[in-house]
C-alpha cells in the first residue's frame, strides 16, 4: 500500500495546526492544573481525581499527536 505523500507547503500547514493544538492542549492543562491546587488547597478533595484522570488524556492527545508528527516526517 503507497503511502500519502504530502508536498512541503501542505506539511508545513498540517505542523503549524498541529503544534497549535499543542500549545492549546499545554495552556489547558496548565489552567486545569491551577484551578485543581486551587480547589484542592481549599479543602475540595473530590476534583483531584477526575482532574488527573482529565490531565492524563490531554497527555495522551500530546503524545497521540506528536506521533502523527513523526511519522509525517517519514
Known amino acids: ?3 500519502l505523500r504530502f508536498v512541503r507547503s501542505q506539511r508545513m500547514t498540517i ?3 498541529i503544534l497549535s493544538l499543542i500549545g492549546v492542549i499545554v495552556v ?12 484542592y ?3 475540595d478533595d473530590v476534583v483531584v481525581v477526575p482532574a488527573a484522570l ?8 500530546c503524545f497521540g499527536l506528536r506521533r502523527y ?3 509525517l516526517d517519514d
Open 1 to 3: 500500500m503507497s503511502r
Open 15 to 17: 505542523l503549524m495546526g
Open 28 to 39: 489547558l492543562q496548565l489552567w486545569l492544573f491551577t484551578a485543581t491546587m486551587e480547589a
Open 41 to 43: 488547597l481549599g479543602g
Open 54 to 61: 482529565a490531565s492524563l488524556a490531554c497527555l495522551g492527545l
Open 69 to 71: 508528527l513523526r511519522a
